[in-house]
């Protein structure tokens, strides 16, 4: 009974840069910025989402995945060596770390998709709806393994413990990337559980959450018309898979895509001239059941860029700032003033307007 | 004809120290329940509680009183077995009735609460925020596309299909002109027109004094055909098949003679007097293919340019009834629960037949959206809304819009006394007789639907803001802000709720 599943109930803090000429930021930036926010936060989860970290994989799939016990880690392995050629797996470097006491086994493997895989006779789908396929099912049907991220030259690393804590756990001093988010969590309601820890991803997509979707309900029911499984204990994996929906399946334009889910007002729409009318007013109609309703901050990762957006009446904090090519989104300034103090520029976003940041093409 | 020997069910007092025998109650009451001698007579057998006589009182002297006269208790053959069985061995017909169920059935209504903000997110004041009601019926396309001009800015290029804006999700119930007064079609048509909503003709045309609020009529369609013409179809902006009524599943409707006076005559193009026969079946329906045909048969009379209901009685097989609407081309299905009110429909009928909308309505929007169609059409559930409560339980269960039908008689002064299809209705709503019909106020009658429209629709509002969210769209099908109390695991599991602390 798949409506059995819990709903997250958190409060959060959020933080994330990106330098658009992809210029690498090392983690301990990411680290200090988010350990500001560290009362957002009670020790049941801090993750991150690093871009750009595996330019020697940059071609492969790069799943994380965590693994309760060694017997999930085989049934894992034996489903990806039938669909996938693998041409990296390790364990992800970790240190002993005394705030992080106990810890799943954390693997990472680098992969592409047979071209022969069995499931072509019978379902001819296309690579990336295969990785999702592959994600739900890992998550749903192998008990105690679970996929963190599953993109192209990017990770996400995710724990129980404070962010600052799962960061120096990690190692992510160690790692480079252009474009990083971070995630201090408050849950209220679910046990300290390392797959419920932010970001969410879902391939190049990833999202860190402070808020509480109080539509999820429908959210919910609206995926699973399009098949997307919501397993993993959170409302905040809607947020993945409606982009999945709407931006992958349906190719909508981002910023509508951003539209459907922060919804335009009616009282603004029918101000609109007609040509805008026409298409908020069917992007509500078609759309209402992706709508998210509720207090909500969110910043959404993915491999060209960084998206910052908020509920339409803006009950969740949002802050933004730029300095040269690195902006800077975090739900508190002092967050982004300490490892940005004189920013050229600070904002805070109006409500249900998305902060669209671009990264520049790249020169091959 | 020998006298019955059926005790009467009220008992009527007259306070002979406060009656001034004004005789307005005599004058009110036109089931001859109350004579005049020297005084005011009552004679019990024929009141019905209508209360209609104890409104008119201008000393408040009247009372009336479920009899206390005993009967020998017994659970199986209770009171009203008794009565029944006595009334069908002087009379050798069906018993009939007006109004819903009402049988002691569990209400699921009553047994599922709505969540409410607290701490861990905000709930929103109604009062100084937005909170959204707007919502739109029809069929809507999987996806939408769109397309970008030489200066990259989008527009739509998905061609939709024909929606009908409601301001508030609502729409009142399919009541015919003649088996209402034109009075009270007058004011559900107005006030349907003046609060952004729906009202639904019923099985009796539209008379040509209420076109003018066409634009918010569904016009009925129904088996037999009563009022239909090209011109009605294109007055409505929706036009529905009803296939079936929550009160009488599978059976015909017979509105009597008496009721066919001129005007009624005109609406339903039959002959003054003539018995309005409604069949069992739409004699060009006997099956799913056949309403296919019917539903485009209507689409190419009105150029496409409105979307089509399917209005079924909540049954057994409802789910797949219902996908199966929704692929012969409905834009809309309407819902009926065994709940649903009628004008005249058999006792035994009424009472056994069909099934709760709570449960036909969670069954029918699982399965649309188990089988990916659920956007194609709309929902409207119907039978028996109650209250704001029932309203937005409905709505997080799935439904699009709900019907009211008796709220709305209530609302204009009906009493429930279940003896519409007697055409005595002393309130002037369920007659057609003109010294009865002329006691129902338009004007008055549609500032009341005005108001209760509008009061459900604060409430509303008020339970969206606690909710902690500021649209329609996010409670729509949202069952996570449901919890059941005192149902069986099977109960909760077909609503698709979980228990309450769960």
């Known amino acids: 009974m798949s409506w059995r599943y819990e709903k997250d109930i958190s409060g959060c803090g959020l933080a994330g840069i990106i330098n658009t000429r992809r210029e690498l930021i090392n983690g301990k930036v990411i680290m200090k910025s988010i350990a500001l926010q560290h009362d957002r936060g009670n020790g049941l989860g801090g993750g991150f989402a690093a871009y750009g970290i595996y330019p020697d994989y940059k071609d492969h799939y790069a799943f994380h995945v965590m693994f309760e016990h060694e017997k999930c880690r085989h049934e894992f392995e034996h489903y990806l060596k039938i669909n996938y050629q693998i041409d990296r797996e390790e364990l992800i470097p970790t240190r002993t770390h005394p705030k992080v006491p106990t810890h799943p086994i954390l693997w990472r493997y680098f992969v592409t998709i047979k071209p022969d895989r069995p499931d072509l006779k019978e379902d001819e789908i296309g690579d990336q709806d295969f990785i999702v396929k592959t994600v739900m099912h890992v998550n749903l049907n192998i008990d105690g393994a679970y996929v963190f991220s599953s993109g192209k030259n990017m990770g996400v690393f995710k724990g129980v413990g404070y962010p600052e804590d799962i960061g120096e756990f990690f190692c992510l001093e160690n790692y480079d990337a252009y474009i990083w988010t971070a995630h201090n969590r408050f849950p209220t309601n679910t046990p300290g559980w390392w797959g419920g820890a932010h970001p969410f991803a879902l391939l190049e997509w990833t999202i860190v959450h402070n808020g509480e979707i109080s539509s999820y309900g429908i959210n919910k029911r609206y995926l699973e018309m399009f098949h997307y499984t919501c397993s993993l204990m959170t409302d905040t994996e809607v947020v993945a898979y409606l982009l999945d929906l709407l931006l992958r399946k349906h190719n909508l334009p981002r910023e509508l895509a951003l539209k459907a889910l922060s919804a335009s007002f009616w009282k603004d729409i029918d101000k609109m001239d007609k040509r805008e009318r026409t298409m908020f007013t069917a992007i509500r109609q078609v759309y209402g059941s992706a709508a998210l309703n509720g207090p909500f901050a969110i910043l959404i990762g993915h491999n060209n860029g960084l998206i910052g957006i908020n509920d339409r009446i803006k009950l969740r904090p949002l802050v933004a700032a730029r300095k040269q090519d690195t902006y800077y989104l975090a739900s508190e300034e002092s967050s982004i003033r300490e490892v940005c103090p004189e920013p050229e520029r600070i904002w805070h976003p109006k409500a249900g307007e998305p902060v669209i940041i671009d990264l520049e093409k790249e020169v091959k | ?502």
């Open chain 2, 1 to 502: 004809m020998v006298k019955s020997t059926i005790p009467p069910m009220f008992q009527v007092v007259v306070d002979k120290e406060k009656c001034r025998k004004c005789k307005r109650c005599v004058m009110s009451c036109s089931y001859g329940a109350l004579g005049f001698t020297d005084r005011v007579v009552p004679d019990d057998k024929n009141c019905v509680a209508c209360h209609r006589c104890v409104a008119m009182c201008p000393e408040n002297a009247i009372m009336i009183n479920e009899s206390p006269l005993a009967y020998r208790p017994h659970a199986s053959w209770t009171v009203e077995h008794r009565q029944g069985i006595l009334k069908q061995a002087e009379t050798g017909g069906m018993l009939l009735t007006g109004m819903g169920n009402d049988k002691p059935y569990k209400i699921f209504w009553d047994h599922l609460v709505i969540d409410a903000c607290q701490v861990t997110n905000p709930s929103i004041d109604p009062l100084r925020e937005p909170m959204e009601l707007r919502t739109y019926l029809g069929s809507k396309p999987d996806k939408l596309e769109f397309e970008t001009d030489k200066n990259g800015q989008p527009s739509l290029k998905t061609q939709l299909t024909p929606n009908i804006l409601l301001e508030t999700p609502i729409v009142f119930a399919a009541m015919s002109f003649g088996s209402i007064s034109l009075n009270a079609h007058r004011a559900l048509a107005r006030a349907a027109y003046e609060s952004g909503i729906l009202m639904n003709t019923g099985e009796g045309g539209l008379h040509k004094d209420l076109y003018k609020y066409g634009e918010r009529a569904i016009v009925q369609v129904a088996s037999g055909r009563f009022g239909v013409h090209q011109e009605y179809l294109n007055q409505g902006s929706v036009i529905e098949i009803k296939v079936g009524q929550g009160a009488k599943p599978g059976i015909g409707g017979h509105l009597p003679g008496e009721k066919i006076n001129s005007e009624v005559s005109q609406t339903r193009m039959i002959p003054i007097g003539s018995d309005a026969l409604s069949p069992a079946p739409h004699h060009d329906i006997y099956s799913i293919e056949d309403l296919r045909q019917l539903i485009y048969a209507l689409k190419e009379a009105t150029n496409y340019q409105k979307p089509v209901s399917v209005k079924v009685s909540a049954v057994h097989n409802i789910a797949a009834i219902a996908s199966g609407i929704v692929r012969a081309g409905a834009d809309i299905v309407t819902i009926d629960g065994f709940r649903g009110g009628t004008g005249a429909a058999p006792t035994i009928i009424r009472d056994n037949v069909g099934i709760p909308i709570e449960m036909a309505l969670a069954a029918v929007d699982d399965r649309l959206r188990k089988e990916g169609i659920r956007n194609q059409a709309s929902i409207i559930a119907a039978g028996s809304i109650r209250s704001s409560g029932d309203w937005v339980k409905a709505l997080a269960l799935g439904a699009d819009a709900v019907v009211i039908g008796t709220a709305a008689l209530i609302a204009m002064g009906c009493r429930v006394c279940q003896k519409c299809y007697m055409g005595k209705c002393t309130w002037g709503i369920a007659t057609q007789n003109p010294q009865l019909t002329a006691r129902l106020n338009p004007e008055v009658a549609t500032e009341r639907l005005k108001n209760l429209i509008r009061a459900w629709s604060l409430e509303l509002k008020e339970i969206l803001g606690l909710l902690g969210v500021n649209s329609i769209e996010s409670l729509r099908g949202n069952r996570e802000r449901l919890r059941a109390i005192g149902l069986t695991d099977s109960e909760a599991n077909i609503l698709g709720v979980k228990h309450a602390g769960e």
